[in-house]
């Protein structure tokens, strides 16, 4: 189940961060050990992202995040790595999908003012992300309620086994 109150510290990265960025094609082997595969993302992007990420941090990208083609998996390792939410401008729509149909909160907002190793407190029902490092407050899209009960179960599998159906009210 998603947490409402997420802090963490940031890992920034910069526009066009490609699901090949996320994990390179060269792990397409490991699809079916997503534990090994999970040991390997963000690589590419920075090699040691996996031994610095701890359970709650953030990646912060820029525009276009997860762009290229549809991998599933790959915000599924996000996850795996401890990765509590994704901020970014913006995201590539399929990759945006997948990451809540894993249980990834993905936050659209001005990701400028961030910077790498920042503290971060985001509170995903109210919309705010507090900058501890440098005491400012800014506010992502907030999350639709329809979203917002699935990233709450953990995913749309977890939700769809307890609820059956979408509750759209």
């Known amino acids: 189940m998603a947490q409402l109150l997420l802090k963490g510290k940031t890992f920034k990265f910069g526009n066009d961060i490609s699901t090949d960025l996320i994990i390179a094609g060269k792990y397409a082997h490991l699809r079916s050990n997503l534990p090994e595969l999970a040991k390997h993302v963000m690589e590419d992007a920075n090699p040691d992202f996996v ?8 990646i912060v990208g820029g525009s276009n995040f997860g ?3 549809s991998r599933e998996h ?3 390792v996000i996850k795996m790595s401890g990765v509590s939410a994704i901020l970014a401008k913006s995201f590539a729509r399929i990759f945006f999908r997948n990451a809540i149909n894993q249980g990834v909160p993905v936050l659209i907002c ?6 790498d190793g920042d503290n971060l407190e985001i509170d995903l029902n ?21 979203m917002l009960s699935i ?4 995913g749309l599998v977890p939700y769809i086994n307890k609820y059956g159906d979408f509750k759209l009210s």
């Open 67 to 69: 762009l290229g083609s």
């Open 51 to 58: 031994k610095q990420v701890k359970p709650g941090d953030f």
């Open 151 to 154: 990233l709450n179960e953990g």
């Open 74 to 76: 790959a915000p599924l």
């Open 126 to 146: 109210a919309g705010t992300i507090k900058n501890v490092t440098k005491n400012e407050s800014y506010s992502f899209t907030k999350i639709p309620p329809a």
């Open 110 to 115: 001005d990701t400028d003012k961030i910077a």
